[in-house]
């Protein structure tokens, strides 16, 4: 027995304490659930168990699942999956019904089989801390909770409620889940804990399950019940509308959780392993675990690094939407930022950008009025470069213009140390063309921001030709720092993420020169599973900044003596700045965007382009996905972007990749390699040499 200790007090109560040998969490894997049912088979022989506490012996209750299982599925060990789900859930069945009282004491997170193992105690005391989460994110890797987690949500919190629950997959607050009555009370310590635990088991001498008590109802109702019936009508179109078509797993909790309502809490049980069989053996939540846990973790580690590394003060040059969106970032997370512009007035509006999300927090109560308060008191507005000297970091984040930025880092260098870091957050221009202007281009590094910064969770770093590995430490230790995802990539022209993302903006620009419907465009791209269509994107980004990075672009290659090749979708931006139609922001480009009401798609976009066009729907889909991917394998190939990692992740988190296909680079793989490259050679012949994958390539 090496992760479950058994303590008896001197009252008759058994304290089960979780402590997985060799690890900082608690796991439920095939060991755990082994040897958890063998603790519950000798609870149950007990004849004098007065009642249980269950506890962890870590920072937090239990973790969840093993993904490392759950992520290899296949038809070979599908039998070991269902006899651990199976087991886990019989052992936490026998547990509830035990007649005797359990109780759970949440000293930390309980997430996913965690939270699942909680839920079957019949009282759930947690410790008061801000940080700790509880919830079962299953649906966000493309699963469901298999361990009884559908069945009992369900009866505890109606249908309705627990369909949400469930398929949005939150982490939830404690005060938030005691909101729910997934948490039945809060104390202030694990001592008081412990203490209410065996003062709650005094209390209920006979304790059983609301579920299994005579003349249990389901709240809300059972699925036939009128209301409910109405409900469920719509439920799995609110479900498409959230999933797009992309994510099987919110489905198959809808079904779990309607027709596991009927039945005994042992079928219900059953049929959510019959439903989590086929997602786990899916293509899609082994991609969504294997990027966006492992890999993301994999990625996050490489910015954990020692307290030498760190920074305490950030200064931030233009106070734009960028550079306000940095400030925010940085001194939320605890670092001083002097914010500088051209005039105070700027730095200041800068500034407004936190107080305008501090204000919100206050409001949903997630910060106090002092943690607010020191927060702004942490970002000084200034219009002088002068105000840099403390800073052990500076990130340029002036307009996209490179004698401008040159300028700008002339006067940053002459205010600072000769030891600070100097970043540009430059979307487009090559890094090591920027640290021409530094006289330090070593300690010089691009730091790649994405819109908006408070929510955007990916930093792209970009090595510059001089740029030395010492300074790239230091960037990912500041990425660690403000909590963002870090990858590390070569420089070039648009980098791996701005170069990549472009392709999906003008392809959509390309089918539109074609004469398919804007809306068939729009459509096609979020039924593939990207939040925002391609012209509403270039809308954001304008049509005068597509222009001007064009225009720079042609400038470079010709200085380096390379041909510039046209895009079809250059023609569709001229053609709309011709029309004096350049975006959101400017009275509109491809939508029309008509004050109080919804964003349309521009009336004369037919009458410009066409728009009468046949398509097939799944040729436009792949369009969209093999273009990026294509793409980000030239970037790999091109040194740009080294890892597949970084590249799934970074397509994913940095540019609104799909991620039911695990990634730019990862959906080539799941096509299978020579499938990929035959329907790439489809699209070429159709579309033109743009789709061209050259076997070298793929290799
Ligand atoms: P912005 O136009 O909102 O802000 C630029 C700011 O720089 C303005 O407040 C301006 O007053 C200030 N500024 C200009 N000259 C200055 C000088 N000499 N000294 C101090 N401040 C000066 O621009 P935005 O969108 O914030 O972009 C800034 C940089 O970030 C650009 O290089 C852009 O390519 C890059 N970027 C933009 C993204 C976006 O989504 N907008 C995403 C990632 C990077």
Redesign the pocket.
């Known amino acids: 027995m090496t992760d479950i200790q058994r303590t008896t007090l001197d009252n008759g109560i058994v304290v089960l304490t979780l402590d997985r040998a060799n690890s900082k969490t608690n796991l439920i894997d095939d060991a755990f659930t082994l040897e958890f049912d063998t603790v519950v088979a000798e609870l149950k022989a007990q004849q004098d168990l007065r009642g249980v506490i269950v506890e962890s012996a870590k920072s937090t209750f239990v973790a969840g699942g093993d993904l490392a299982l759950l992520s290899t599925v296949t038809d070979d060990n599908a039998n070991q999956v269902i006899a651990l789900l199976d087991r886990f859930r019989h052992s936490l069945r026998e547990l509830e019904t035990l007649g005797k009282p359990v109780v759970a004491c949440l000293n930390g997170g309980a997430l996913g089989g965690g939270l699942e193992l909680a839920l079957a105690c019949h009282h759930r005391i947690a410790v008061t801390n801000p940080k700790t989460k509880v919830g079962l994110p299953e649906v966000t890797l493309g699963l469901l909770p298999a361990a009884g987690g559908v069945s009992r949500i369900t009866r505890m919190l109606g249908l309705e409620q627990a369909i949400q629950f469930l398929t949005e997959g939150r982490l939830h607050s404690l005060s938030s889940a005691q909101r729910l009555g997934i948490i039945s009370q809060m104390v202030t310590t694990a001592d008081e804990a412990r203490a209410e635990a065996i003062a709650w088991i005094d209390t209920h001498p006979e304790s059983v399950a609301p579920w299994d008590a005579n003349g249990f109802r389901m709240p809300g109702g059972l699925p036939q019940s009128p209301k409910t019936a109405q409900l469920l009508s719509i439920a799995p179109a609110m479900i498409l509308k959230k999933t797009q078509g992309c994510y099987p797993a919110a489905n198959a909790i809808l079904s779990c959780a309607v027709e596991g309502a009927t039945l005994s809490m042992d079928a219900a049980g059953r049929l959510e392993t019959r439903y989590f069989l086929p997602l786990a053996k899916g293509a899609v939540s082994k991609n969504l675990i294997n990027t966006l846990f492992f890999a993301k973790n994999k990625l996050e580690a490489t910015s954990r690094t020692d307290n030498a590394q760190t920074v305490t003060t950030v200064g931030v040059?233009?106070?734009?939407?960028?550079?306000?969106?940095i400030a925010w970032a940085c001194a939320v997370k605890g670092l001083t930022v002097v914010l500088?512009?051209?005039?105070l007035a700027?730095a200041e509006?800068?500034k407004a950008y936190s107080e305008s999300i501090v204000h919100k927090r206050l409001e949903r109560k997630q910060l106090t009025a002092e943690q607010g308060q020191a927060l702004l008191n942490r970002i000084q507005p200034s219009d002088s470069?002068e105000a840099l000297r403390p800073c052990e970091l500076v990130i340029?984040?002036?307009?996209?213009?490179r004698a401008?930025?040159a300028?700008?880092f002339r006067?940053i260098q002459a205010n600072t140390s000769e030891h600070a870091l100097l970043a540009?957050?430059?979307?487009?221009?090559p890094i090591s063309s920027l640290a021409d202007s530094v006289n330090q281009p070593e300690t010089f590094i691009g730091l790649?921001?994405?819109?908006p910064v408070d929510k955007m969770p990916l930093l792209e770093i970009i090595k510059g030709e001089a740029t030395i590995e010492a300074t790239v430490q230091r960037a990912l230790a500041f990425a660690g720092q403000i909590a963002k995802t870090p990858i590390v990539v070569n420089d070039g022209r648009g980098f791996f993420t701005?170069r990549v993302f472009k392709t999906f903006t003008y392809e959509g620009m390309a089918m539109l020169a074609e004469g398919i419907p804007a809306a068939a465009i729009e459509n096609a791209a979020w039924l593939a599973g990207y939040p925002v269509g391609p012209l509403a994107v270039s809308d954001?980004?304008t049509l005068t900044?597509m222009e001007r990075i064009r225009r720079q672009t042609q400038a470079d290659m010709a200085a380096e003596n390379q041909s510039f090749v046209c895009h079809p979708g250059d023609a569709v931006i001229d053609r709309m700045l011709e029309l004096n139609r350049v975006g959101k922001n400017s009275g509109g480009g491809f939508y029309q965007y008509p004050s109080g009401a919804k964003k349309q798609l521009w009336s004369g976009l037919a009458e410009h382009f066409g728009g009468q066009a046949s398509f097939d729907l799944q040729t436009l889909k792949d369009r969209f996905l093999y273009i990026q991917s294509i793409e980000a394998f030239r970037a790999l190939n091109d040194g740009i972007v080294t890892s597949k990692d970084e590249a799934n992740v970074g397509s994913i988190l940095g540019f609104g990749y799909p991620a039911w296909t695990g990634g730019v680079i990862q959906f080539a793989h799941q096509t299978g390699l020579a499938n990929f490259v035959a329907r790439a050679h489809e699209l070429e012949q159709q579309c033109g040499e743009r789709f061209n994958v050259s076997s070298m390539l793929i290799e």
């Open positions: 040059v233009g106070a734009g939407m960028m550079g306000a969106g500088v512009d051209t005039d700027k509006q800068g470069f340029e984040a002036v307009f996209e213009d401008l930025k300028d700008v006067q540009s957050n430059t979307s487009t221009l790649h921001f994405f819109s701005s954001e980004v900044l």
